[in-house]
Nanobody, 125 residues
Framework: VQLQASGGGLVQAGGSLRLACAAS????????MAWFRQAPGKERDFVAA????????RYADSVKGRFTISRVDAKNTVYLQMASLEPEDTAVYYC???????????????????WGQGTLVTVSS
């Protein structure tokens, strides 16, 4: 499956942004999806994940209550709605897909089989 992330940009602190990740190739509904992010000079960190059924979610503590992951299988797209953005949210955001997924492994990058190219989110103070 090929993943294409979009929606990044420059936003002021306190603002909102919605990222989208469009999938092509194999059956999108067969994959659990996630978002990770990587700030300059730092490792790639888990942000949010959503099971292929859409019934199970996982969030990093730093984004709980501010970010929401969702999917529309008819559009082969997963979204990340981000609100109350903080300068610390500045990073390149990557979407990822996993054919075999467990909520217990959702936080690990190694659990995902496919990755998008990333979209840059910059939050100004």
């Amino acid at each position: 499956v090929q993943l294409q992330a979009s929606g990044g940009g420059l936003v002021q602190a306190g603002g909102s942004l919605r990222l989208a990740c469009a999938a092509s190739g194999r059956t999108f509904s067969s994959y659990s999806m996630a978002w990770f992010r990587q700030a300059p000079g730092k490792e790639r960190d888990f942000v949010a994940a959503l099971s292929r059924s859409g019934t199970t979610t996982r969030y990093a503590d730093s984004v709980k209550g501010r970010f929401t992951i969702s999917r529309v299988d008819a559009k082969n797209t997963v979204y990340l709605q981000m609100a109350s953005l903080e300068p610390e949210d500045t990073a390149v955001y990557y979407c990822a897909a996993a054919a075999s997924w467990s909520p217990f492994s959702a936080y690990r990058a190694s659990a995902y089989d496919y990755w998008g190219q990333g979209t840059l989110v910059t939050v100004s103070s």
